[in-house]
């Protein structure tokens, strides 16, 4: 039977009630806000500390700034007493305009920041534009500080953790049977794993930022903590 159909026992979601869900949830987002304007709060949140900073990440929303702060403080890092900060800049879109207002090359703070594959063209030609540099390949872009998840985050850290591991993530927070019923979709029955735990993750706001907290907690221990973020934490 392939991991994608290998039953758990016993589902926890049919044995663990919608309060103990909603309190495993709450834990998982302890710290962060959650809803449709969580993103613009927690780039809010995060620009007054860019004055004081010595090096910036620029990613593109609240679930990459989650997953790279707790990678961080699982690594034994405190990124606020660094004075490293990850400022989520609400869509790849906006990398050109963001970059800008770091003003001229000669004054900017360090920057770095991490993007999806869908979205790497987009980063090259802000980081053109802004003149922080002429990156032409991945390579280039890396040794500016900007590195590339394939195809995202999210399928960056489901391959790390493996998908044997991720599922059984998903029984400790009873989501097992939600996850099921998405196997179970006509349009998702026969697909790979991996493919159903990524649309999994990114079919509800909450959900995906609450992965990405736990999927990062896990691959940080048990060392698999995936290329791009790792790289990432080192060059900062």
């Known amino acids: 039977m392939s991991v994608g159909h290998r039953l758990i026992q016993p589902d926890r979601e049919t044995a663990m009630d919608a309060t103990n869900r909603r309190e495993l949830a709450r834990r998982a987002l302890e710290g962060y806000d959650s809803g449709p304007d969580a993103s613009d709060r927690a780039t809010a949140r995060a620009l007054p500390k860019v004055a004081d900073a010595v090096a910036v ?18 690594r ?20 050109g305009r963001v970059l ?14 991490l993007c999806d594959l869908h979205e790497e063209e987009i980063f090259r030609r802000g980081l053109v534009a802004a003149d922080v540099g002429s990156p032409r390949t991945r390579t280039d872009m890396e040794h500016l500080g900007f590195y590339v998840c394939v195809k995202d985050l999210e399928d960056e850290l489901i391959r790390g953790v493996g998908a044997a591991e991720v599922q059984e993530l998903f029984d400790s927070q009873g989501d097992l049977g939600s996850f099921r019923s998405l196997q179970s979709q006509p349009a998702w029955r026969g697909q790979e794993p991996e493919a159903q735990m990524r649309r999994f993750l990114s079919s509800g706001a909450r959900r995906k930022l609450r992965y990405a907290r736990l999927l990062a907690e896990a691959a940080v221990g048990r060392d698999v903590l995936p290329r791009p973020l790792e790289a990432l934490l080192t060059a900062v």
Do not use: K, N
Request: hydrophobic share 50%; glycine share 16%; net charge negative.
């Open 100 to 113: 800008t207002g770091f003003g001229p090359p000669a004054t900017r703070v360090r920057l770095a920041g």
């Open 76 to 95: 034994g890092r405190d990124l606020e007493a660094e004075r490293v900060v990850i400022l989520p800049i609400g869509g790849a879109h906006a990398i």
């Open 57 to 74: 990440v620029l990613v593109e929303g609240l679930s990459d700034q989650i997953a790279l702060e707790t990678a961080a403080m699982g």
